[in-house]
């Protein structure tokens, strides 16, 4: 990755290791997604979890919502295990979380991390069942996530701040009064669970709404009242494009702030969709950010009505679905190639230029310009393409930049 002028300065925070796993405290922000398969149905769940780390979860969370998915965790790392897949798996704990940790000792091991929903560990034993939670997190040596939503925000607690609210001479919003709330209630719980004994590095700290200027808002107020590592996330996104465009605006502001430990992308999937599209999504908005490299870059133009032909666009894509598909391999042969740049440019406007700025770039010819195709290496204009096949040769000139770029080298 080229150097950054003005590189993000990350907040302080400690450093909680879930499973293998750095969490906070300047290790880089780890990619985490969840899976949406029943937790009972040990093979679908196992294949996702692999899907999920394939694509780059570093962390992959599932829902243990009853008996039997409690039951089949200890089956799942087992056949993860089988599998030679290490990643750290959470479970997703509500409103019975206390009582399933304690009856599944083996999957109270077995998990890497417990989430827990102070909003959801019950009505009237809501303190005792979260502390029961905490007592497990201690007996297992396990890190736990306190993570609030405005969805089930703990519902005393928003009552007794609104009538506190409303006897003011100049009352808040109601959003602000949930905000102040759900920062509340988080804060409350990392102190008892503090109080229980559960050591200040075993905690990570979420506060997830669904609106891009409220998770803003509540990010950096949390941000700046605790030095818990932080999980950001725009909680219910939403699908497709919506999801995509919302999540990256909320999560590239709290970033840029330095604000954030790990990240999670909440799209809902097409039916049949594929799931690991979250986690690509969150890679690029860190690597868009400069955070992260996960992937080459390439750039192309939007093209115009300099070049009517699609074939820039067609190169484009299929040297963007090459680099993906390859990228298993070369992540493992050529290490550092995640931060190349490739231009892929569509007319001789800016199409030298950027070229010139990439690791390798190519600038097509546009409408009425000499059917050529110049090639720039490391900035340098190293051979003009001609004729049939540009693409193909092209693609080979990508191949031997790699090598000699990337390859290990025993010294
Ligand atoms: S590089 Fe050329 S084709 Fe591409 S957008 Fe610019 S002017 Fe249009």
Not at 39 to 63: C, F, N
Not at 160 to 174: G, Q, W
Not at 297 to 315: A, D, I, M, N
Not at 380 to 385: R, S
Request: charged fraction near 20%; proline fraction near 5%.
């Amino acid at each position: 990755m080229s150097t950054l002028i003005n590189p993000i300065s990350r907040r302080v925070s400690k450093q909680v290791f879930v499973g293998n796993v750095a969490v906070g405290g300047g290790a880089p922000v780890v990619v985490q997604s969840m899976t949406n398969t029943d937790t009972a149905d040990i093979d679908d769940t196992v294949k996702q979890i692999i899907q999920l780390h394939d694509a780059g979860s570093e962390v992959v969370r599932i829902t243990v919502n009853n008996k039997e998915a409690a039951a089949a965790v200890p089956y799942i790392m087992e056949k993860l295990d089988k599998k030679n897949v290490e990643v750290p798996v959470v479970g997703d704990f509500h409103y019975n979380g206390h009582m399933l940790l304690t009856q599944f000792p083996e999957t109270a091991k077995a998990l890497s991390k417990y989430r827990i929903n102070p909003g959801n560990t019950g009505t009237r034993e809501r303190d005792k069942n979260f502390c029961t939670i905490i007592e497990q997190a201690i007996k297992y040596d396990k890190p736990v996530r306190i993570g609030v939503n405005w969805g089930s925000l703990d519902q005393q607690l928003l009552a007794e701040k609104m009538d506190t609210n409303n006897a003011l001479l100049e009352p808040k919003s109601s959003k602000e009064v949930m905000i102040d709330t759900m920062i509340e209630s988080a804060l409350r719980s990392t102190a008892l669970a503090e109080e229980v004994g559960l050591a200040s590095n075993k905690i990570i700290v979420s506060c997830k709404i669904s609106g891009v200027q409220d998770l803003i808002t509540v990010y950096t107020r949390l941000a700046s009242v605790c030095d818990y590592p932080l999980h950001l996330g725009l909680t219910e996104a939403g699908m497709g494009m919506k999801g995509i465009v919302a999540s990256s605006t909320a999560l590239a502001v709290i970033l840029q702030q330095g604000i954030g430990d790990t990240i999670r992308v909440s799209l809902t999937p097409e039916p049949n969709g594929d799931r690991a599209l979250e986690v690509r999504v969150a890679q690029q908005i860190l690597q868009s950010l400069g955070l992260r490299s996960f992937l080459p870059q390439v750039t192309s133009c939007p093209g115009c009505g300099r070049t009517k032909s699609t074939y820039f666009q067609e190169l484009a894509d299929e040297i963007q679905t090459y680099i993906v598909e390859m990228m298993p391999i070369w992540r493992q042969i050529y290490p550092g190639v995640e931060e190349m740049n490739v231009a892929v440019m569509g007319c001789v406007v800016n199409g030298p230029g950027e070229s010139k700025h990439a690791n390798i770039g190519i600038s097509l010819p546009g409408t009425f310009e000499e059917p050529k195709a110049p090639v720039y290496v490391d900035g340098e204009h190293v051979t003009t393409l001609t004729g049939e096949g540009i693409g193909k040769r092209f693609k080979a000139m990508l191949e031997d930049y790699i090598i000699s770029r990337y390859a290990i080298r025993s010294l």
